[in-house]
């Protein structure tokens, strides 16, 4: 059975390092085995995007030579089959409205944790609402293929989770498990900075019937203070001029661990994947990364 990945990027600003890594990987291990790599822009949060963040996306993967299989599909495309899923999942008693605000949840100390309130106390059917999954599993676990066996129980299991927000947009988590499974996507290869949303997704695609793809976290990028890079402690934004291409593709296989032949340091960027599908091994992958401090600012 042939093997479906994806790389899933919302456009919220341009493919950075940490970003080109989790693409990377996920091209190479679905074309290491002849898989389908398919591109899906999450553009759900129209008040996050920025303009122009799509295309740069887009251009920065064909300037890295990361060709996606089929057409591009886009999450705001598809809200009649996440408006059916939550309609069935609320049928079903699996997912109810809220009408908690912010600052009640906070009062209850509720907000990471929600305390099932509004599941005892339903809201009047005109009160504007959010919809939240139920968790009934005590215990959620699933075994990476980077990070090992992750376990959420008790305090670390998800509280009853929201599917749909208050101003009306589809959350995140409804949409990322439709998706996934009406594309048949049988590897879920992302950042690390996800892991601890996979067990929410686990709950909804066992609401479902669906199947469980095989999850790999790649460990995200942090400077040498072990800080998340981010847009303000960023040390280096993609260069897309062509003669710095290979350099780059060279660099983020050395990042997961993948150990390419000097030579391939002066080849194109074509021969460099070549070479890395060829090549590939995803427990070679460490299961964390820094960065080290930046050449020229160290004090003798
Ligand atoms: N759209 C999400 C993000 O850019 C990634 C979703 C996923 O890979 O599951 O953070
Ligand atoms: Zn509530």
């Avoid at 940490?18 to 679905?30: K, N, P, R, V, W």
């Avoid at 030579?65 to 057409?71: I, S, T």
């Avoid at 040498?224 to 291409?245: C, H, N, V, W």
Wanted: some cysteine.
């Amino acid at each position: 059975m042939s093997c479906i990945g994806r790389f899933a990027p919302s456009p919220t600003g341009p493919l950075h390092s940490g970003s080109l890594l989790a693409a990377l990987a996920s091209f190479l291990d679905i074309r290491a085995q002849q898989g389908q790599w398919l591109l899906r822009i999450e553009d759900l949060d129209p008040p996050r995007e920025v303009a122009g963040a799509r295309d740069q996306i887009l251009f920065a993967l064909e300037r890295f030579r990361l060709h996606w299989d089929g057409p591009v599909t886009y999450q705001s495309q598809r809200l009649e089959l996440y408006r059916a899923v939550l309609d069935q999942l609320q049928r079903k008693g699996r997912a109810y409205p809220c009408q908690c605000s912010r600052k009640q949840l906070n009062e209850r100390n509720a907000l990471v944790h929600y305390d099932g309130h509004c599941r005892r106390h339903p809201p009047p059917p005109s009160a504007l609402c959010a919809i939240r999954a139920v968790v009934s599993d005590a215990e959620l676990q699933f075994d990476d293929r980077i990070q090992g066996s992750r376990r959420y129980t008790g305090e670390e299991a998800p509280g009853d989770f929201v599917i749909f927000r208050r101003d009306g947009l589809f959350a995140y988590q409804l949409a990322v498990v439709v998706d996934d499974a009406e594309q048949g996507i049988t590897q879920v290869t992302r950042g690390a900075d996800l892991i601890d949303e996979t067990p929410r997704q686990l709950v909804l695609q066992q609401h479902l019937g669906y199947r469980r793809p095989l999850y790999a976290h790649i460990p995200v990028l942090t400077n040498a203070q072990g800080q998340k890079l981010s847009k303000q402690t960023f040390a280096q934004p993609l260069d897309l001029s062509e003669q710095m291409i290979a350099g780059q593709l060279v660099g983020a296989l050395q990042l997961l661990g993948q150990q390419p032949p000097a030579e391939l340091n002066d080849g194109l960027a074509e021969e460099i994947l070549g070479w890395a599908i060829a090549h590939w091994q995803i427990e070679r992958i460490p299961r964390q990364l820094s960065l080290p401090p930046p050449t020229g600012t160290e004090h003798v």
